[in-house]
C-alpha cells in the first residue's frame, strides 16, 4: 500500500497566493463589469529592461548554430554569471564573497524551501511571524514541526515582529540551531540596521546556528547605512547562507533566475559534534536535483551588471518605488499606521480589523486585490500588505479607489 508523507496533512489547505488567486478569479466570475487592480502578490509588471532583452536575443539566437549552441551547463551557473554577482553584488560593498560561492538557480522561492533538507530532523527552528510562508512550509512539509494548534505549529520557535519591536524580532529566549530572516521584510518592508543585524550574527556564532538571510528585495533600499546583504557584517560567512533574486530588482518573475551564496567556511555539525562545510553539502544538492538555469536567461541576467542594464535597472526599482510613496502617502493621508515602502516594495498596514475582512471589503468595495496579513501568520492578523507592483496609473487608480471605500 502506497502511503503519504501525514507532515502534509498539517499544512493549511492551500498556498496563501493561490487560495488569494482563487478568491480573486470567484469574484470576477461574479463580477465581470468590475476592473481589478492588483497589489497582492509581489509579481511584476514592466518589461525586462532593453540590456537584459538584446543579451537575451543574443544568447538565443547563439543556441541556433551548432558552433556556439550550448547544451547542458555548470549546475551552479555559467561563470560569467557567477563572476558579475561576486564582484557587483559583493565585492564592491566590501563583502568578500567570491565567484565559486555563488549557485545559480530558478528562484529564491526554490532555494529557500530546499535548503532545509541540509539539517537534520531534530534541529529547533526559530521563524518570523510574520512569515513569507515558504520558509515555514517546507519545514511542516519535512516533518519539523507538530501540528497546527492556535495559529502557531507546534516545537518552532516563533519571532514575532510587531509594532512593539518595529517589526524587527528580538533574539529568541531559548536556544535555536537554525533561524530565518528577510530583510527588507517580506511581508512588512520592515528593515533591519547593521548593529541589529549583527547582534543576529554574534547570536549565531555562539549557539553554532545558522542564519537564513533571504535579501530578495535588497534592491530597494534606499537608506545607505542599511546593509544590503549580511555578508556585510564580520564574522557573517562562517554562519549565513543568502539568497537573492533577479525577480523583484530585474523584472525576472517569469523569466526565472536567482542565487544562494554558500561561503566556503559556512558550517553544520553531525550529531557527534563534528562539523562539515555546507558549501560541498549544497553542491551536492544542487547537482543531484538541479541542470542549471538556461544559458540565455543567465546572459540576460548577467546583462544586468552591463552600465546600460545597471542604469535600466534602477530606473525599473525607481518607478516601483514611486508606487510605494503614493501608497506611503495615501496611508498617512487616511490616518493609517504602516511601516515599510520607504526602502521596500511593501507596505504593511494596520487595517484596524480583522485582515480577511479587510481583504473582502476592499475587492468588494474597492475591486483593488491586497494580501491579508493574516495569511503570514498570527501576528499578521489585523494588517494587509500593499504592494507597489503595477503601473503608476493603476496605483494611483487604487489608492482613490480605497481612500473613497474607506471613508464612505
Ligand atoms: C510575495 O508576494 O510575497 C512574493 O511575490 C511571493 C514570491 O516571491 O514567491
Not at 547605512?225 to 537573492?244: D, H, N, Q, T, W
Request: net charge negative; charged share 25%; glycine share 8%.
Amino acid at each position: 500500500m502506497i502511503t503519504i508523507n501525514e507532515h502534509y496533512l498539517k499544512l493549511q489547505a492551500s498556498y496563501l497566493f493561490s487560495d488569494i488567486a482563487k478568491r480573486v478569479a470567484t469574484f470576477q466570475k461574479n463580477n465581470p463589469e468590475q476592473d481589478i487592480i492588483k497589489l497582492g502578490i509581489g509579481d511584476v509588471t514592466k518589461g525586462l529592461t532593453p540590456a537584459s532583452i538584446k543579451a537575451f536575443h543574443s544568447a538565443v539566437d547563439e543556441m541556433a548554430e551548432d558552433t556556439t549552441f550550448r547544451g547542458y551547463g555548470p549546475e551552479q551557473g555559467y561563470d560569467f554569471l557567477r563572476e558579475a554577482i561576486a564582484i557587483n553584488d559583493f565585492q564592491s560593498r566590501g563583502a568578500d564573497i567570491s565567484a565559486d560561492e555563488i549557485f545559480v538557480s530558478d528562484g529564491a522561492k526554490c532555494d529557500t524551501g530546499n535548503i532545509q533538507e541540509l539539517f537534520s530532523q531534530d534541529i529547533k527552528i526559530a521563524i518570523p511571524d510574520p512569515v513569507y510562508p515558504v520558509y515555514l512550509d517546507t519545514n511542516v512539509m519535512a516533518g519539523r514541526t507538530g501540528t497546527f494548534d492556535d495559529g502557531k505549529y507546534q516545537g518552532l520557535v516563533y519571532l514575532d515582529s510587531t509594532k512593539d519591536n518595529n517589526f524587527v524580532p528580538s533574539l529568541p529566549s531559548e536556544n535555536v540551531d537554525l533561524i530565518y530572516l528577510c530583510f527588507p521584510n517580506n511581508p512588512t518592508g520592515s528593515t533591519i540596521s547593521k548593529a541589529d543585524l549583527k547582534t543576529w550574527v554574534d547570536y549565531a556564532r555562539e549557539h553554532k546556528a545558522l542564519i537564513l538571510f533571504d535579501a530578495a528585495y535588497e534592491a530597494f533600499i534606499r537608506d545607505e547605512s542599511l546593509p544590503k546583504s549580511i555578508y556585510e557584517i564580520e564574522g557573517a560567512k562562517e554562519v549565513a547562507i543568502e539568497f537573492r533574486s533577479f525577480s523583484k530588482s530585474a523584472g525576472f518573475t517569469g523569466t526565472r533566475c536567482a542565487y544562494t551564496v554558500v561561503p566556503k567556511e559556512c558550517a553544520a555539525y553531525d550529531s557527534a559534534g563534528t562539523k562539515h562545510l555546507l558549501h560541498g553539502l549544497w553542491n551536492r544538492r544542487h547537482c543531484t536535483k538541479f541542470n542549471g538555469v538556461s544559458y540565455p536567461v543567465q546572459r540576460a541576467a548577467e546583462a544586468v551588471y552591463s552600465a546600460e542594464g545597471k542604469t535600466q535597472t534602477k530606473a525599473l526599482i525607481d518607478y516601483y518605488m514611486e508606487n510605494s510613496a503614493v501608497v506611503c502617502k495615501t496611508m498617512d493621508k487616511l490616518g493609517y499606521d504602516y511601516v515599510g515602502g520607504k526602502n521596500s516594495p511593501y507596505i504593511w498596514i494596520d487595517g484596524q480589523m480583522d485582515s480577511w475582512q479587510f481583504f473582502d471589503m476592499l475587492l468588494n468595495k474597492a475591486g483593488v486585490v491586497c494580501t491579508p496579513g493574516a495569511g503570514f501568520g498570527k501576528c499578521g492578523n489585523g494588517y494587509i500588505r500593499i504592494s507597489a507592483f503595477n503601473s503608476h496609473d493603476k496605483v494611483r487608480e487604487a489608492m482613490d479607489r480605497l481612500t473613497n471605500a474607506l471613508t464612505d
